[in-house]
């Protein structure tokens, strides 16, 4: 009895932790940004889990920039990216902190496009599909790990 509520705390405990990174990290963003008469942007941002569930549709008015914005760096150093307004406003492109790389493409790309004053811009961050490998890798690892743990000790 003992063997199987451990077996089963271990089951739960991995599927629980490959849910919160599956949640966290499993979303894509398309960026639609169209340019207005007084030479700003309104941008629509759409968020969708698994590339297929919209989470959430965020619009910013007077959008005159992008750039990249670092965290205090108490613990390293993360970056996003983020719209600035004519009224001086900031809004993040995603609430996700993460490697400077990534955020520097993402500005580089969309800043380009708003300095070529380019009537409408299209810009998409896919889902990193590499998580599921991981996570689902740690998870048989774990629960392997935990099926030899809770395998009775063999007599000789």
Known sequence: MKRLLV???????????????????????ELDCVRQPNESYTCRVITKFFDRFQTSDRTFDQVID???????????????????????????????????????????EIKSQMSNQTQHIHYKVDPPWWVLYLIGGLSVMILVMGWFLTKPARSN
């Not at 077996?7 to 963003?29: D, K, Y």
């Not at 009224?87 to 902190?97: A, C, N, Q």
């Open 66 to 108: 992008i750039i990249k914005v670092e965290d205090d760096c108490d613990e390293g150093c993360s970056y996003r990216a983020e719209f600035v307004s004519s009224d001086g406003g900031y809004y993040p492109l995603s609430t996700v902190w993460t490697d400077e790389g990534v955020v520097r493409k993402q500005v580089n």
């Open 7 to 29: 077996s089963l705390l271990i089951f739960f405990g991995t599927l629980c932790f490959a849910m919160i990174f599956v949640v966290a990290f499993m979303n894509s963003r």
